[in-house]
Nanobody
Framework: VQLQASGGGLVQAGGSLRLSCAAS????????LGWFRQAPGKDREFLCA????????YGADSVKGRFTISRDNAKNTVYLQMNSLKPEDTAVYYC?????????????????WGEGTQVTVSS
């Protein structure tokens, strides 16, 4: 599985961004897709994940109510809509794919990673 993230950039606090991650490869229906981020000097942090069907999602408490994950299987793409952005959301954002259901992602080592996309939120 290959993953290509895009959509990062510079935004003011309170603004919104939508990240996209295009997946390619075989047997994509076997994988949940999701997002992590890593801020400078910090560990990589799980954000949210979504199962292939799109009917089951799981998210970290830190982003509930502000970040929404969705996927378009016709385009093999997962999205991360980020609203009410804060300077502390500044990080490199990574998409990932794993065979485990989204509810099991936190703390798990992922099968596949995409290259990150930088998100910078100015105050």
């Amino acid at each position: 599985v290959q993953l290509q993230a895009s959509g990062g950039g510079l935004v003011q606090a309170g603004g919104s961004l939508r990240l996209s991650c295009a997946a390619s490869g075989r047997a994509l229906s076997a994988y949940a897709l999701g997002w992590f981020r890593q801020a400078p000097g910090k560990d990589r942090e799980f954000l949210c994940a979504i199962n292939w069907s799109g009917r089951s999602t799981y998210g970290a408490d830190s982003v509930k109510g502000r970040f929404t994950i969705s996927r378009d299987n016709a385009k093999n793409t997962v999205y991360l809509q980020m609203n009410s952005l804060k300077p502390e959301d500044t990080a490199v954002y990574y998409c990932a794919a794993d065979s485990a259901p989204s509810s099991l992602w936190q703390g798990r080592r992922m099968d596949f990673w995409g290259e990150g996309t930088q998100v910078t939120v100015s105050s």
